[in-house]
């Protein structure tokens, strides 16, 4: 395979973390490059090696596609460095994948990852990858478009219920994940003879979910930025109606739900700091008492410190009460003491009115308190 060839295929090296392909004249060219990829890391020991020189097996971390990784025992006389393409050891033949950590820093993202196997039961770093290694690797990253979409063809003449997101060839080329979505079990059984029949490969069938499945195909969400399961962020966690009531969200699925049709993963990023700011808030299920009537809890604002209070006799006139102020007041409605108006504790009036169609209008009046 010609160096042009291989220079076109360079978008299909993206999803690996590769700002551009390899060059064949060169089987280790690094052609990694930090903030290539979401999954990448920062070997903040670098430069830290141990004294203590051993002949014992020693540990990489190593990126394949999709951000699938995976860790891998090698004998130090290998000397590998981040960035470099190496032959794998795969359940069958043998897989190319980019190294992204090592040295001693391996040990505590295998911690992190709470990997708890001796580097003796890992699968073995075979050699740095050679040149037909690449091309082969290469070759076979350029079919997978073809076959993704053929794979679907076959899938829609099954009348399977299921949705094909994306092929991953094994650096051999001689087996291939196939990535799908479905909503209930699916006999894929004639599916695979089909596909093994088409390419003449092994198949693995691999079920993801549906954020998985928008972190693969990417995309720009209402922010209008692209989508942070797709640019940066590797581990999901789960999102609550809880957390969209913390943040006093309006309960709208169609303005919560991201495009995968799950809760946004953003709504968990300010959780916290509402759920601190909430500690300083009084109950508000609290009556304030006062001469003029009783005020009922309308709304707040969280980062201003500002509960919204209305008489129960007259709910379209708000008022922003301090939290402090609210707090005294109720310490003094639980003394038997009544304050003559909730006015003269009002920071921000809000005024709702009717525009003749039954759409409240809110018109504003900013005043301090003194």
């Known amino acids: 395979m010609s160096e042009d060839n291989i220079g076109k295929s360079a978008e299909s090296f993206l999803p690996r973390g590769c700002c551009r392909a390899p060059r064949v004249f060169n089987p280790k060219d690094r052609i990694f490059?930090?903030?290539?990829?979401?999954?990448?890391?920062?070997?903040?020991?670098?430069?830290?090696?141990?004294?203590?020189?051993?002949?014992?097996?020693?540990?990489?971390e190593v990126r394949f596609k999709n951000g699938r990784k995976d860790f891998f025992s090698y004998t130090p006389d290998l000397d590998l460095k981040e960035g470099e393409i190496i032959a794998v050891e795969a359940n069958a033949g043998h897989d190319i994948g980019i190294v992204t950590l090592v040295g001693e820093i391996v040990d505590l993202q295998m911690k992190r990852k709470k990997v708890l196997v001796g580097a003796a039961e890992l699968k073995k770093v075979y050699r740095h990858a050679k040149l037909s290694d690449?091309?082969?690797?290469?070759?076979?990253?350029?079919?997978?478009?073809?076959?993704?979409?053929?794979?679907?063809?076959?899938?829609?003449?099954?009348?399977?219920e299921m949705k094909m997101?994306?092929?991953?060839?094994?650096?051999?080329?001689?087996?291939?994940?196939?990535?799908?979505?479905?909503?209930?079990?699916?006999d894929f059984r004639e599916l695979i003879k089909r596909l093994a029949e088409e390419f003449h490969i092994r198949i693995e069938m691999r079920q993801i979910g549906m954020r998985q499945e928008a972190a693969k195909l990417g995309g720009i969400g209402s922010c209008g930025r692209e989508l942070c399961c797709s640019s940066w962020m590797a581990d999901f966690q789960s999102v609550t109606t809880g957390v969209a009531r913390i943040q006093q969200l309006s309960p709208n699925p169609q303005k919560l739900a991201g495009q995968c049709g799950k809760l946004k993963c953003c709504l968990n990023y300010e959780y916290e700091a509402y759920v601190d700011a909430l500690k300083a808030?009084?109950?508000?299920?609290?009556?304030?008492?006062?001469?003029k009537g009783d005020a009922v809890f309308q709304k707040s604002d969280i980062f201003k410190g500002l509960m919204w209070y209305a008489y129960t006799n007259d709910r379209s006139n708000l008022m922003a009460i301090p939290i402090d102020q609210v707090k005294a007041i109720a310490a003094d409605n639980r003394s038997g003491k009544m304050p003559e108006k909730l006015e003269d504790f009002a920071f921000l009036k809000e005024q709702q009115t009717d525009d003749g169609y039954g759409n409240g209008n809110v018109e504003n009046d900013l005043y301090r308190f003194e």
Do not use: M
Not at 177 to 182: D, E, G, K, L, P
């Open 33 to 60: 490059q930090h903030s290539c990829c979401k999954l990448d890391e920062h070997n903040w020991l670098k430069g830290y090696e141990n004294p203590i020189k051993t002949d014992a097996l020693q540990i990489c």
């Open 165 to 186: 997101n994306d092929v991953e060839y094994q650096g051999d080329r001689t087996k291939a994940i196939f990535y799908y979505t479905a909503d209930d079990r699916v």
């Open 281 to 291: 808030f009084p109950d508000d299920r609290t009556v304030l008492r006062t001469r």
């Open 134 to 160: 690449i091309e082969k690797w290469v070759g076979a990253i350029e079919l997978e478009d073809h076959t993704l979409f053929r794979s679907r063809e076959i899938a829609l003449d099954l009348r399977l």
